[in-house]
């Protein structure tokens, strides 16, 4: 019989459903060392938040097929680690999006009403009716960064209030944010504008530190911050100064750059702050979806099954997963790229399978490719069965074509993206032992592998413009580990990929576009 650990506190609902077709151990608060120990008795291991599956643990299993995260998040798991060993790793994507929401907003009122200093005092045996006077939400303007499932949530239920919704979300159109009743804003406007800001966004590069110093300061003195979403968005300290000095009114925060929460400085700011553990999805209702939502996937998976939402592996049988799989990486990657090189808001999905590629077994290509699309956005959180309904909401068009006499490589991909940076394409192969390769940007023959951080030009081919680039990079600290320039007529338009070391900084690509010769200029991270 198959053996799954559980080391997070989960629903007797979960246990039972794993029951089924297991022994299952429960053994939570183990210590990573406890745990490297242990998981190489184990075929399956589930999750909440506080279990953090790291390489080593990875790498110290030896039967285990897959890890249940009961929730959304997946930032505790070592993803890529998993994939590398074959292990699926799956969540709960809607489980506790209601729950969520509800936090979120019950956080926003009872900041606006003081009521957890309120309830104290009165428990103290005070009768205070003068410190605890608040403000209403009807007629406020509420900015939601993050119009994903528990944003949108948000929006409908203070739409029901009486507020007014802005919303800032890149990768969503403005006729989806519409529907939903929000105006979509660039986020300065929202952080001038707004009364309540609430963020429902991932952590990620991008949104660390969104909340700072900065654009703390461009807020009004009346507004008031509430993040159920991740620690690690906001500066703490920047917040803390900010409502000490009078800067913004106050803050509600469900989740912490580090949890626990230690010694802070926002536990000192009375009733302009609420600080819950982490609880947004600690409703009765929520831990018996997520708990039965993974159990179920765990349990098909250990009999063999494919699981209905994995992050890493889709769920394809074992001959067409084993045959695909190495264009599944291919797909998603080159998706991952054209959605950066055309922008966020991306309108319109070309994908065309070539060669060996161009028959219907090719078609999770495609929804591999709209996955990689979608990973600036959703981050783990688009998986294989998902990718085409998320796309769809987005209104993203997906036009799907095949070419068999496409014969430069065995299979390759094309795709041509439509977004706010212009219409974009690329196209990659795979090349020796399964290495990915580039073998086209927008319509310019390369030849490079991709690496996490790319930097693209446009440009006109003539003498000395790579040694300017190489220079203005150089004196940025910038090194070049590779580059290649694709042209198709000597001294015509020319495309330069370098891979880089590391993220460019900011502002440089603003002064790429200024050499002259330069038309253009993207950088990606993969
Ligand atoms: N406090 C808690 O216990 C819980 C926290 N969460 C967290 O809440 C957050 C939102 O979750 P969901 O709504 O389910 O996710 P979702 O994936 O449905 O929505 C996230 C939205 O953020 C947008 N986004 C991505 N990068 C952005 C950026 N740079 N700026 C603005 N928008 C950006 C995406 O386009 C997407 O629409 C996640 O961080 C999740 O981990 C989720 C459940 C419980
Ligand atoms: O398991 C939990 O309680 C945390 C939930 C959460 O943060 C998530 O699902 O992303």
């Known amino acids: 019989m198959s053996k799954v650990l559980v080391s997070d506190p989960i629903d007797q609902a979960g246990i039972d459903i794993l029951s089924q077709v297991a022994t299952v151990d429960v053994k939570t608060n183990l210590k990573p060392a406890e745990l490297i120990e242990i998981i190489g008795e184990y075929d399956a291991l589930m999750?909440?938040?506080?279990?953090?599956?790291?390489?080593?643990?990875?790498?110290?299993?030896?039967?285990?097929?897959?890890?249940?995260?009961a929730g959304v998040g997946v930032d505790n798991v070592d993803v890529p680690a998993a994939t590398r060993k074959g292990i699926v790793v799956v969540n709960s994507p809607e489980g506790n999006t209601i729950a969520a929401a509800e936090h979120a907003l019950a956080m926003m009122l009872s900041?606006?009403?003081?009521?957890?200093?309120?309830?104290?005092?009165?428990?103290?045996?005070?009768?205070?009716?003068?410190?605890?006077?608040?403000a209403e939400v009807y007629k406020k303007t509420l900015g939601i960064v993050g119009l994903g499932k528990i944003g949108?949530?948000?929006?409908?239920?203070?739409?029901?209030?009486?507020?007014k919704l802005l919303a800032y979300d890149p990768f969503i159109?403005?006729?989806?944010?519409?529907?939903?009743?929000?105006?979509?804003?660039?986020?300065?406007?929202l952080f001038q504008q707004a009364d309540y800001i609430t963020l429902h966004i991932p952590k990620t590069p991008e949104t660390a530190n969104l909340i700072n110093a900065k654009t703390l300061a461009k807020m009004k003195p009346t507004t008031r911050i509430?993040?159920?979403?991740?620690?690690?968005?906001?500066?703490?300290?920047?917040?803390?100064a900010a409502i000490k000095e009078g800067k913004i009114a106050g803050a509600a925060l469900d989740v912490f750059d580090s949890e626990p929460l230690a010694e802070s400085e926002l536990r000192s700011l009375g009733k302009d702050i609420i600080l819950t553990p982490h609880l947004g999805a600690s409703t009765a209702e929520a831990q018996v979806n997520v708990a039965i939502d993974v159990a179920e996937q765990i349990r098909d998976v250990l009999l063999g099954l494919p699981a209905r939402s994995a992050v890493n592996i889709p769920g394809l049988g074992p001959d067409i997963l084993e045959e695909l799989k190495p264009y599944m990486q291919l797909a998603e990657t080159l998706g991952n790229l054209v959605g950066q090189l055309a922008g966020g808001r991306v309108e319109t999905l070309n994908v065309k399978l070539q060669g060996d590629l161009a028959t219907n077994k090719s078609q999770p290509l495609v929804v591999a490719a709209l996955k990689g699309l979608l990973y600036q956005a959703l981050r783990e959180r688009v998986n294989y069965v998902n990718a085409s309904i998320e796309a769809k909401e987005r209104g993203i068009r997906v036009i799907e074509t095949r070419d068999a006499s496409a014969r430069d490589y065995a299979g390759s991909l094309h795709l041509e993206a439509t977004g706010t940076l212009g219409t974009h394409s690329v196209t990659g192969a795979l090349l020796g032992d399964k290495e990915i390769h580039l073998t086209d940007v927008d319509g310019f023959p390369?030849?490079?592998?991709?690496?996490?951080?790319?930097?693209?030009?446009?440009?006109?081919?003539?003498?000395g413009i790579i040694g300017k680039l190489g220079s203005l990079l150089g004196s940025f600290n910038v090194n070049i580990a590779s580059m290649q320039v694709g042209r198709k007529i000597v001294r015509g338009d020319a495309v330069m990929a370098l891979s880089i070391d590391d993220p460019l900084p900011d502002g440089i690509l603003d002064e790429i576009k200024q050499v002259s010769g330069i038309r253009d200029a993207y950088t990606v991270t993969l």
């Open 173 to 189: 159109s403005t006729e989806r944010a519409e529907q939903i009743g929000c105006q979509l804003v660039e986020l300065d406007l």
């Open 111 to 134: 900041l606006s009403r003081h009521i957890p200093d309120a309830n104290a005092s009165v428990k103290r045996g005070e009768w205070d009716r003068k410190t605890f006077v608040g």
């Open 152 to 163: 949108s949530h948000v929006a409908h239920v203070a739409k029901a209030m009486g507020m």
């Open 226 to 240: 509430i993040n159920c979403a991740r620690g690690g968005i906001i500066d703490e300290a920047a917040l803390a």
């Open 446 to 463: 390369i030849n490079v592998p991709p690496s996490k951080y790319m930097l693209f030009t446009l440009h006109r081919d003539m003498p």
């Open 47 to 69: 999750i909440r938040s506080g279990t953090r599956v790291t390489q080593e643990i990875i790498e110290a299993s030896t039967q285990l097929k897959i890890i249940g995260r």
